[in-house]
């Protein structure tokens, strides 16, 4: 049996001056267009059936059967046993292992990996030699980590400030963002950072084109920006140009880009600060895609809303919804 083991996406695009591998097509004016993907599992299935094919014509006499071809047996990493976190960006991947130490792999045309360089890597690698780190998170091209000590730190692809360090510039190597040592969360996508503080304050820096910081305006911000004057934010998302948020009282609050519903609010309009979702006080927790967003009521049960082209809703079809709808509940 053949397993499936992700996606083969395409084609290779340029944002920027730079080349990404995804499924996501960025235009030069930085929006995103869906690219067809095929899953590895069909991919595989197909080379195999040629493979098979081929050798049958030619090769294989009558009355003879073929010889099975041998397949590799997925193997741990040697030595590497202790995985406590994981998360993945467009093309990298950064995992935490209990003793504190990080770890990265995969795509590093910014230095989204923090090794030093612009060298991809195959096998996960180790970032330094620290062993205080607590939290990890993954944007397009860009990574931020928290340590022990509430310190944020951050490195990669910075073209619109989303690493919060005053400039433009990338960096190779993990970074700290300012002198703040009370940083509870963080959550990047394209070019947004969005952060949580220990006191529930709510910080945004980076790309801001459609209001996707929450702070009233489109101007991108390169350093970390309150939003609002709340404190008693719990939880925070970024989607690719939004973001959701959850606050201690349980209501959900939305913003930024709006254009399939991704945003739960009965409408595709562009918010450009903080919006309740609905009149609900029981969301416990959130989670933001391409558009896609879910979410998890405190009783258990799972909502959806926005894009559904490819039915990454749950909702049994591929229509938009711009409010949250239950999975399992039917249309509403």
């Known amino acids: 049996m053949v397993t499936d083991l992700g996606w ?19 235009t030069t004016e930085g929006r995103s267009v869906r690219a067809r993907r095929i899953p590895v599992s069909v991919a595989l299935a197909l080379l195999l059936v040629s493979v098979t094919v081929a050798a049958g014509c030619g090769q294989q006499r009558a009355g003879t059967a073929p010889s099975p071809t041998p397949r590799p047996t997925p193997r741990p990493t040697p030595g590497l046993h202790d995985w406590a976190a994981v998360v993945c960006g467009s093309a990298h991947t950064l995992a935490l292992q209990k003793n504190g130490s ?10 989204q990996l923090g090794l030093g360089d612009t060298k991809e890597r195959h096998a996960p690698t ?26 944020l730190w951050a490195w990669g692809y910075n073209g619109a400030g989303e690493l919060g360090l005053g400039d433009i510039d990338d960096r190779h190597t993990p970074t ?12 990047c996508d394209f070019t947004v950072t969005l952060g949580l503080q220990k006191d529930g304050s709510l910080w945004a820096w980076g790309g801001n084109g459609f209001g996707q910081l929450g702070l009233g305006d489109t101007r991108d911000r390169l350093t970390p920006t309150q939003v609002g004057t709340a404190n008693d934010w719990a939880a925070v998302a970024c989607g690719y140009d939004y973001g959701l948020a959850v606050k201690k009282d349980g209501t959900l609050w939305a913003w930024g880009h709006n254009y399939v519903g991704q945003l739960g609010l009965g409408d595709t309009t ?16 959130v989670s933001c895609g391409d558009g896609d967003t879910l979410a998890v009521k405190t009783n258990g049960t799972l909502w959806a809303w926005g894009f559904n082209g490819n039915g990454e809703l749950g909702l049994g079809d591929t229509k938009e919804r711009h409010t949250p709808t239950e999975v399992g509940s039917g249309s509403p």
């Open 176 to 187: 700290r963002v300012g002198s703040a040592s009370d940083w509870a969360a963080v959550s």
């Open 270 to 285: 562009t918010r450009l600060t903080p919006t309740r979702v609905g009149t609900s006080n029981d969301w416990a927790s």
């Open 126 to 151: 180790r970032v330094g030699s620290a062993s205080d780190w607590t939290t990890v998170a993954c944007g397009y091209q860009h990574s931020l980590g928290l340590k022990n000590d509430g310190s």
């Open 8 to 26: 083969l996406m395409w084609p290779r695009t340029a944002y920027r001056g730079r080349t990404f591998d995804s499924g996501v097509a960025i």
């Open 102 to 111: 990080l770890w990265a792999w995969g795509g590093n045309d910014a230095g």
